[in-house]
């Protein structure tokens, strides 16, 4: 989508370039393409509207017309206006001086707040807290069942009782000063907020339990109702802060601007997966990239980072270091790699591959299980060293796999030439061209701010985008391909242009590394 | 060519990970051994019994309970509670004396708050700029009129609300969708429905993933007075719908009600599952005769892929759309059914046994204009 609202946006542009100059009509133009896309992302049309004249103003005086690519330029302002946001005040959470502190969690039927009211709990408990779970809704069938199992999951305890919710909420209180714990999490029923009897019930729960934190928990994937909904439940009950849940799927999350810009309270946490431990404090950038479609690196590494198995990553890091990187780590890293998803999706998110694969999502997982049944179909030794494969071996790999000699031939010739690529250092910096470079680099100083590790230099740089070693710039992974004949899936290549300057430090983020 | 793609694919996230992840990780180490342990101290175990994980599928007979007679809700009504939405900028436009620019903008406005969507209203309102132009429509009255009419006509299908059963196999009607949409909560109104219809429904516990799914559909079970076969709890859920079709079929029941796990659309593997489900439910003596894609009327934007994902998936026959007794309009229907031609075929307004209705495309518009 991104690309799209790029795309877009260079389409007008070019047009204005060839008569030179900008009209009003023009910045028109490109605010309503703006518009389209904050409205596909589920954005509130109010809200969309201005923000749209946030970037106008952002976009006056700016001389569009001089620069490379003012398609880009906008979507930058697009991307700084978002951030401003989204962002804005960030939730401290300080604990109450005379314990527990008192969070409750409100929302729609469905929002997720019983898992949420988990994974909070288990938040706490890392934070060094010793929650308490309260399940007060009484509504559902089974949703304090729901409760106990996950709190068991998460080693939080759970009190409830068939009674009423605001009796269950105010046990829970008493419960949580009797055994001493330090945080009280209270989950409530579901409501829709046009159910006047039901608001009125959590307003009472409310009072019941005094809350020092009250969170709307809000699913990303809801449309123009979010603010509607954000405005009962905070008139209702004055929230502190919103959690947005479901982000593990596709939906643009729009509804994260609509709700702040309503309630005006920050976005507290964001909920990522099905797993007690895929929740995590929210961070406005990745959104903004996200509403607009562009592609998510930090996300990419941080699941990778729960997903992977750190030896095997390891061990295949530091063969690709020393250039020794074989059919064998080639098939050890693909299994990690494959417990993030589709490789199609993975390579959706990640910036700098060329668009026509990503739009293609090209790679089916049945072309992966191929690759992998042909490597599976070798030797050790075959692994290792490719050259020994002979006619015979061919045919033998082949049978064993299902396959034809040709694809193990391909295969090889292919893995040969990416051996290839690997070792030339313009790759992986024109891969994580861009916006993924700066960003990576960030992700890099913040995270080896504390003693950086030995012998990752090379990469590092390559990442980092150190002239001296990264020719290729946004366009090196095109060109590159189209070299070896993938014109068709690499095509557009942009003449690669040579950065300036010396190492990346994304903007305003000069001082972040420790 | 594409494997060259899966290599480099591989390659990078083996770079970034090594470096970003693996290295990183022994200072990371150190310091977790020094924090490690704090807040670990529980005083009080969970006092939750893990539920009796049964190996093979369970028959369970719940004690009956009388269904409570209560008139169905009506569409309209409920969603009165919240009208004036398109209402209020159609009087402002039927104030004006012409159809000028503002007046286009306030239909706009008005159909992309109810989460209609950009293409299906510009596509919409492109239409009627046109018919007016061409003079085929005369004033603001009458654009108004033609717009409910061509929404109406959008979610009218020959296809219709009605849903089908097998008069040889055993009928079996699979639920699915995103998580927290309604599907279990869907399912124990549909069973009421199909039971006061004179026909004999069996529950098949479907959502062995999400923690007490099964316990929320056996109360529903209880409610509606039918049986429920469940399996294990993070059992093979076609193992549990399998089950389900045979004891369906031995004991001469109607229909079976298929639940399944919330997933994302997104999530490959489970998308997968989802297609099991289906094969075996296929399979003599059941066949599935609906599929039906719950979705929240809250959903915005992404109900149209979800739909499309759905679709492609396991072959989804028709929309459940639920919470419409809230304040959302549920309009990405309308871009659902333009799109895919997917009907909506209930309509859920609440969470009693009985909200649930028979979609009426007419009253669905009547109530965004009235």
Known sequence: ?514 | MLALWIILAVVLATAVVGLVVAVPRRARARRASDTGGAGATTIEKPTAAPAPAVATPDLVSPPVEAPVEKAAPELRERMGKTRGLISGYVRSLRSRSSVDEEAWEDLEEALLRADVGVVTTTALLADLRGRLRAGELRGADEVVAALREDLRRSLDTDKGTALALDPERTSVWLFVGVNGVGKTTTIGKVARRETTAGRSVLLAAGDTFRAAAVEQLEQWAQRTGVEIVRGAEGGDPSAVVFDAVQRASARGNDLVLADTAGRLHTKVNLVEELKKIRRVADRPPGLVTEVLLVLDATTGQNGLTQARQFLDAVGVTGVVLTKLDGSAKGGIVIAIQRELGLPVKLVGLGEGPDDLVTFDPDEFVDALFD
């Open chain 1, 1 to 514: 989508m991104f690309d799209a609202l790029s795309d877009r946006l260079e389409g007008i542009f070019g047009r204005i370039r060839s008569r030179g100059r900008l009209s009003d009509a023009d910045v028109d133009e490109a605010l309503r393409e703006i518009r389209t896309a904050l409205l596909e992302a589920d954005v509130d049309v109010g809200v969309a509207r201005s923000l749209v004249a946030g970037i106008r103003a952002r976009l006056v005086g700016q001389d569009l017309s001089k620069s490379l690519s003012p398609g880009q330029q906008v979507v930058k302002a697009v991307h700084e206006q978002l951030i401003e946001v989204l962002g804005g005040e960030t939730l401290r959470l300080s604990y109450a001086s005379s314990p527990p502190t008192v969070v409750l969690l409100a929302g729609l039927q469905g929002s997720g707040k019983t898992t949420t009211s988990a994974k909070l709990a288990r938040w706490f408990r890392q934070q060094g807290r010793n929650p308490l779970l309260v399940g007060a809704d009484l509504q559902r069938p089974a949703a304090v069942e729901q409760l106990r199992i996950l709190g068991e999951q998460a080693g939080v305890p759970v009190f409830s009782e068939p009674s009423d919710p605001v009796a269950v909420a105010a046990g829970g209180l008493r419960e949580a000063q009797r055994l001493g714990r330090d945080v009280l999490i209270v989950d409530t029923a579901g409501r829709l907020a046009v159910d006047e009897a039901l608001m009125d019930e959590v307003r009472r729960v409310s009072q019941s339990v005094a809350p020092h934190y009250t969170f709307l928990v809000i699913d990303a994937m809801t449309g123009q109702d979010a603010v509607a909904t954000a405005r009962a439940f905070h008139d209702a009950l004055a929230l502190d802060g919103v959690i947005l849940t479901k982000l593990d799927g596709d939906a643009r999350g729009g509804a994260a601007l609509s709700v702040k810009d309503v309630v005006g309270r920050p976005i507290a946490f964001a909920s990522t997966g099905e797993r007690l431990a895929d929740f995590d404090l929210f961070h406005p950038d990745r959104m903004a990239s996200r509403i607009l479609g562009m592609g998510d690196v930090l996300t990419l590494i941080e699941s990778a980072e729960r997903e992977f198995d750190h030896d095997v990553a390891e061990q295949g890091a530091t063969a690709l270091l020393e250039g020794r990187f074989t059919l064998e780590d080639f098939l050890s890293q693909l299994q990690q790699v494959k417990k993030l998803g589709s490789l199609g999706g993975l390579l959706s998110l990640m910036p700098g591959v060329p668009k026509e694969l990503k739009n293609n999502a090209a790679i089916d997982d049945g072309q992966v299980a191929q690759v992998e049944a042909i490597i599976r179909s070798m030797t050790p030794r075959e692994r290792g060293e490719p050259g020994v494969i002979d006619g015979a071996r061919r045919a033998r790999i082949a049978r064993g796999s299902g396959t034809t000699t040709q694809d193990v031939n391909q295969l090889l010739r292919q893995f040969k030439e990416a051996q290839q690529l690997m070792r030339s250092p313009g790759l992986l910096g024109g891969m994580l061209g861009g916006g993924g470079r700066a960003k990576m680099a960030q992700a890099l100083a913040e995270r080896m701010g504390d003693g950086g590790p030995p012998g990752t230099g090379g990469l590092e740089s390559l990442m980092s985008g150190d002239p001296g070693l990264a020719p290729g710039g946004p366009g090196g992974m095109a060109r590159t391909a189209t070299g070896l004949g993938l014109a068709g899936a690499g095509a557009k290549g942009r003449p690669g242009k040579k950065k300036k300057g010396g190492r990346v430090t994304p903007k305003g983020e000069g001082g972040r590394g420790r």
